[in-house]
């Protein structure tokens, strides 16, 4: 009975088919989209995503990270001579007498011939006593910490992982294709159980594994160590587990965190790889007989037992490598013995310790299963599903702009002539480039097409408006294959191209067709539409989406990336200035001064460009229209509809560029010959927002200075 109460209590904090499998469609997706906007850039990179917000084993209250690994493709990682490769960066795996099990020496090779660097070439290369040219692992730390430096942001370091967020490890590493001796004994060694089956095996076997610049906590040579991480094996059997499995692991995880780690006052840890490899020995060992709801605490007190029998023998087995042990650097023999009394109470009283976890109330949960004999109420599983949906919806949708933004900054400097060649060379060649997949990742691949079809599309919608001003600038027709185009990106989201066409019909004098367009916006724009931010102004992991319309997610679909439920921020590059209306050609200058150099290192670009959220736009361009076809009504409605979307949008965290849309209304203001009044617009925007705003330069031409 408490296993099954234990499996509702989790079930209500989302550890559900359902959750797990929105978690990891939305980080593959996300891992998809990084991996081919940097690609785009030129950076023969491949990122990852890993540990538990990709697993799915996590729960709101848990506090995890996001945990990123980029690959550096370009270098060949040699395991012997004959995977020299010509013209490549070459760096052969040498394992050096000093090294322990999980880690080797990178010895630079030459590019034109299979011989040894003799010397050092630049600052990654370290020369050892023997005259040895090895590559050292302190250049992707000492790369953030300047980037983080430079850029007055802040700095987190954890291990082998450097970035300029809290919620964000970002490990750098190389991929070897062919897994090292270490790992051969796995495929071999006898087991009782069908887990990991031939097929799995196989399959893992080809998947390879990583190199990670972090040397042994107790070597003296740990600057020239690389760790070997088979983390896309270890990935692929968390994606074999069953539910029963991931309440196992994340129940094991929460004792961790709030009963044995606390226990440990600091002294020592362990870790969720020590649960997730206890994890991975007691599904190999363990009958499937055994793996059912109703024995779920027997299959947590067996993991428990595992751990326990390892602070004996102080040898904690990695899983698949041999003769790693995983309590090196974690815990030393005076904290294996307090890690031993504490689960020895938590097996003796059969997991009576479960009743006192405070993360996301597990305990009370628990107690309140017990005790309740009325039918539960499932509102609060409800209230709590709503919300993992919205934020892996709010993630995935912002990533994806964010990764557009990104893209589209490398041809920012192009003249418009060259930034449609740019971009539509990408969107004839993006089809027929595939990432670099194994054969078994189906899934992935999957996803990559989606991705594929999302950022043409989006990249379509900048296509078109560059070439429509292209013919705005020169006085040429608009043809029907730019119009393609943007009914191409139609559907790129609810708003943002519609918005871009409407503007660019008023911009070519079409008034009554920029109308019907702007009138089919507003009927989609409902109270259920979320706004989307890609400018870093939309945290999605602060900003909680609105509860209308992650409602509406709650269907059974994996993907809740929903494009026909968001509106994203309507962005005009410079080469796109004739498209767009001329009050926001201010934008695009907004710097005054000394402001450019107030811009941190993600505003750079965009701030060169108009950028509006769509709501606002849209009103405002009711107005343009409906005045310059002499519809004084609809023009008023406009105009009072443009006050509400920001006023409600600040209530609602609608709104992330306030200073353009209060700019809008000023404008607005101006136009219906309430000069003081758009003055003092212009003035709270000023104050809001002092630097890099284009009220700056309204307040000097309304005040003549």
Request: charged share 20%; hydrophobic share 40%.
């Amino acid at each position: 009975m408490m296993s099954l109460r234990l499996i509702a209590a989790l079930e209500d904090l989302g550890v559900t088919e359902l959750i797990i499998g929105r978690r990891r469609h939305t980080f593959l997706q996300d891992e998809s989209s990084w991996t081919w906007q940097v690609q785009i850039c030129g950076v023969p990179n491949m990122c990852y995503h890993f540990g538990s917000m990709t697993e799915g084993t996590t729960t709101p209250a848990m506090g995890s990270d996001i945990d990123t690994l980029v690959c550096d493709d370009s270098v060949n990682i040699m395991l012997g001579w004959p995977d020299w490769k010509r013209g490549r960066e070459n760096l052969l795996m040498v394992k050096h007498v000093t090294c322990s099990p999980q880690h080797y020496r990178l010895q630079e090779i030459r590019p034109d011939l299979p011989l040894p660097l003799s010397f050092p070439i630049d600052e990654l290369c370290v020369m050892d006593a023997d005259g040895i040219v090895y590559r050292s692992n302190r250049a992707a730390g000492g790369f953030t910490r300047h980037y983080a430096a430079d850029n007055n942001m802040p700095y987190f370091n954890t291990g082998p992982s450097h970035s300029t967020s809290e919620m964000y490890d970002i490990v750098c590493a190389y991929r070897c294709e062919t897994l090292p001796v270490e790992c051969e004994s796995w495929f071999s060694r006898p087991r009782h159980g069908i887990w990991p089956t031939q097929e799995m095996l196989q399959t893992a076997r080809e998947l390879g594994c990583f190199l990670i610049p972090d040397g042994h906590c107790d070597s003296e040579y740990s600057s020239l160590e690389w760790r070997v991480s088979p983390s896309l094996i270890e990935r692929h059997l968390m994606f074999s587990m069953h539910l029963i499995h991931m309440h196992c692991y994340v129940t094991l995880k929460l004792l961790k965190k709030d009963i044995i780690n606390p226990y440990l006052n600091g002294d020592g840890k362990l870790t969720s790889f020590h649960c997730k490899t206890a994890l991975f020995y007691a599904r190999e060992q363990l009958l499937c007989e055994m793996w059912t709801a109703d024995c779920l605490f027997d299959c947590i007190l067996y993991c428990l037992n595992l751990i326990r029998d390892w602070t004996i023998s102080g040898h904690c087995p990695h899983y698949i490598m041999d003769d790693v042990n995983l309590f090196d650097g974690k815990i030393n023999s005076e904290q294996r013995a307090r890690l031993r009394t504490i689960l020895d109470i938590i097996m003796d009283t059969h997991l009576a310790p479960l009743a006192f976890v405070k993360t996301d109330d597990l305990g009370v949960r628990l107690l309140n299963n017990v005790y309740t004999v009325a039918i539960r109420d499932m509102k609060p599983r409800r209230a709590t599903h709503h919300e993992i949906t919205g934020f892996l919806s709010g993630y995935g949708n912002v990533a994806l702009a964010a990764g557009i933004r990104n893209i589209l900054e490398v041809a920012a400097d192009n003249t418009p002539d060259d930034l449609c060649l740019f971009l539509h060379s990408l969107i004839t060649a993006m089809p027929f480039h595939q990432l670099h997949r194994h054969d078994s990742e189906h899934a992935l691949n999957r996803i990559d097409g989606v991705n594929i079809f999302y950022i043409s599309k989006y990249l379509q919608q900048h296509l078109a408006s560059t070439a429509a001003a292209i013919c705005l600038q020169h006085g040429m027709h608009i043809g029907n294959r730019i119009l393609s185009w943007y009914s191409a990106a139609i559907d790129t989201d609810v708003a943002s191209t519609r918005l871009k066409l409407a503007s660019m019909l008023y911009c070519t004098g079409d008034l009554l067709m920029a109308a019907d367009v702007l009138d089919d916006v507003e009927r989609r724009y409902d109270n259920t539409v979320q706004a989307i931010c890609g400018c870093k102004r939309m945290d999605p992991l602060v900003t909680k989406p609105r509860t209308v319309f992650t409602e509406l997610l709650n269907e059974g679909d994996a993907d809740v990336r929903k494009t026909n439920r968001v509106a994203n921020c309507v962005s005009f590059l410079r080469q796109e200035v004739f498209c767009a209306p001329p009050i926001l050609h201010y934008e695009m200058v907004r710097g005054v001064g000394d402001d450019i150099q107030h811009r941190d290192s993600n505003e750079r670009v965009w701030m060169n460009w108009a950028v509006v959220d769509a709501r606002p736009f849209l009103h405002y361009l009711q107005y343009l229209a409906f005045r310059g076809l002499g519809l004084r009504h609809r023009q008023v409605q406009a105009f009072h509809s443009l006050l509400f979307s920001i006023k409600d949008g600040l209530e609602q965290k609608q709104v992330f560029h306030v200073e353009t849309a209060t700019n809008l209304y000023a404008h607005c203001l101006e136009m219906e010959g309430r000069i003081n009044d758009a003055l003092g617009c212009y003035l709270a925007s000023q104050a809001d927002v002092p630097r890099n705003n284009a009220a700056n330069l309204h307040i000097r031409r309304l005040t003549n200075v």
